[in-house]
């Protein structure tokens, strides 16, 4: 089965050479970062249908956080569109981090929306490095459909636990890859060196619970779950919360 991996990832790279092409010329980038906020906002609708009821269950978790006497301060990492802010509990400060720095428009409008929180700030940054957020300064991080894009995972768990107070939560729903041995898996490393371009640098194949477990937090929870979409080349997901 792993001999026919190179040889269908060739075929896909063929099939879309132009992509590719411009990929490599530079051009494609700048296209991608303008259209892809779009994209999330019309894809983040839908998902958050889907999703309601288990992203109520996970956010309504912040609510039960030991330790805050004050305002919960909160970090959306990989902000996007902002999809999430309608399931955190009145008074949170959510400070928001993203390096695509086209999503503020589709921001101002999910802030707008959500006047029960408090907004600290909009920071063009890459999760490697939030060197803009202090230490231990956050009750809570939030990372959804992150961990799949960033340059490196590990990194940006580092920098998560760094800015955690002791105690703090971090929330997390990412897609995975599909077991080692399935068909899917096969699929997906076909289609990943294309995805990459399509997807704003979206990895079909991370085995993100390893890099989640291994990341130093104190205690981990989380269960698997199916895709929301059937027709997007995305595997299980994993959703979450981590004590550091
Ligand atoms: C698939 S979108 C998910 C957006 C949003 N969190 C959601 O749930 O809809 C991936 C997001 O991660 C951001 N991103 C990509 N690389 C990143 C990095 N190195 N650090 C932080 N965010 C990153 C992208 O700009 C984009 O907003």
């Known amino acids: 089965m792993d001999a026919l991996v190179p040889f269908l990832q060739l075929l896909v790279l063929l099939l879309t ?11 494609w980038q700048p296209v991608c970062k303008t259209y892809f906020p779009y ?20 956010f ?4 039960d956080l030991k330790g805050t006497s004050k305002k919960v301060a909160l970090l959306e990492l990989g902000c996007g569109t902002g999809p999430n802010f309608q399931f955190y509990p009145p008074g949170c400060k959510v400070t928001c981090v993203d ?6 428009k589709f921001l101002t409008k ?9 907004y600290e700030r909009f920071v063009v940054a890459h999760g490697e490095d939030m060197k803009q957020l202090a230490d231990h300064s ?3 991080v939030v990372c959804t459909l992150v961990l799949c894009s960033v340059q490196s995972p590990k990194k940006v768990l580092q920098e ?14 990412e897609h995975v890859a599909e077991p080692r041995e399935s068909w899917a898996f096969l699929w997906q490393r076909v289609l990943e060196p294309t995805w990459k371009h399509i997807g704003d640098g979206c990895h079909l ?3 993100t619970w390893k890099d989640i477990e291994r990341a130093q937090f104190s205690e981990v929870q989380m269960e698997r779950q199916p895709p929301p979409f059937k027709w997007l080349p995305v595997g299980p997901h994993i959703m979450g919360k981590a004590v550091k």
């Not at 050479?17 to 051009?27: C, E």
């Not at 994209?39 to 996970?58: D, Q, V």
């Not at 390096?99 to 503020?104: A, I, K, R, S, T």
């Open 17 to 27: 050479l132009p992509l590719h092409l411009l990929a490599l010329l530079g051009f």
């Open 39 to 58: 994209f999330m906002a019309m894809l983040t609708a839908k998902a958050n249908k889907k999703m309601e009821k288990k992203k109520r269950e996970l």
């Open 60 to 63: 309504s978790q912040i609510k």
């Open 99 to 104: 390096p695509n720095p086209n999503f503020e």
């Open 110 to 118: 999910s802030m707008a929306e959500n006047r029960h929180l408090q």
């Open 138 to 140: 956050m009750d809570v």
């Open 160 to 173: 998560i636990h760094r800015v955690l107070r002791p105690g703090g939560l971090l929330f997390f729903w």
């Open 205 to 207: 194949t991370r085995e």
